[in-house]
């Protein structure tokens, strides 16, 4: 079935310093792929979004590009600040443009500490 | 600007009591969706519903049970607590699957149950 693998936690990093959290997917057909922020205490908010191959989500400095080659989704920021402190969970939609019957897929999350 | 609304915020059950977790939504939205996230791991859909009188299981229903009367509410009931039951419920919400712009799900904050 479909899947998301996203890198293992927790990262820790200084204020400014470019920020990676590899994600990669396994899905049959042309799934919708998201990136969900969830800040300490609150429930997770889309972070941005992309529905179709060689799309790039971006959003408050964020950015992802799908890359359908590599099944990846890799969320990036040059440069972070404390205020990103958060988990960051991966997650696909197989419905057609991000179309969803309950069915949002997650990675486990990466929680990213950002010291200043 | 309420978006999705759950309550309570954290219960403490006994292990066999039954309690329900209070879901609305004011979005008009049509979809409405159950998750439970275990620590460490990603989210987990327990029951969806794409419309009031309409509900589905989702990949873990053992041991919940859901109503959507109306478009607004989606209560969650767990009947006969378990220590199994013990993680962060979220409630969330989206349009149908026909949204030419794609789906966003909006989350509620999250309900904190500990079952002991």
């Known amino acids: 079935g479909d899947s998301v693998t996203q890198m293992e936690g927790p990262v820790t990093l200084s204020e400014e310093a470019f920020l990676t959290i590899n994600c990669t997917y396994t899905?049959?057909?042309?799934?919708?792929l998201f990136w969900y922020v969830q800040y300490p205490g609150e429930g997770l908010q889309l972070l941005l979004k992309a529905t179709k191959a060689d799309d790039k989500g971006s959003n408050k400095g964020f950015e992802a590009t799908y890359r359908k080659e590599t099944t990846s989704f890799h969320l990036e920021k040059g440069s972070v600040q404390v205020s990103d402190s958060a988990v960051y969970f991966c997650a696909l939609s197989d419905r057609p443009n991000g179309g969803s019957q309950g069915n949002l897929i997650f990675g486990k999350g990466t929680k990213l500490s950002v010291k200043p | 600007n309420a978006g999705v609304t759950q309550t309570p915020k954290f219960r403490i059950l006994k292990i066999g009591q039954s309690m329900t977790l209070q879901c609305t939504q004011d979005?008009?939205?049509?979809?409405m969706y159950w998750y439970r996230q275990d620590p460490g791991m990603g989210l987990k859909l327990i029951y969806y519903s794409v419309g009031a009188g309409i509900t589905d299981k989702g990949e873990v229903p053992n041991g919940y049970n859901v109503s959507r009367s109306t478009t607004e509410d989606f209560p969650l009931r767990l009947e006969l607590a378990a220590p199994s039951q013990t993680s962060v419920y979220f409630c969330?919400?989206?349009?149908?699957?026909?949204?030419?712009?794609?789906?966003?799900?909006?989350f509620g904050e999250g309900s904190w149950l500990t079952v002991v």
């Open positions: 899905a049959t057909g042309y799934p919708s």
């Open positions: 969330a919400s989206s349009y149908s699957v026909y949204s030419p712009s794609g789906n966003t799900i909006y």
């Open positions: 979005m008009n939205h049509n979809y």
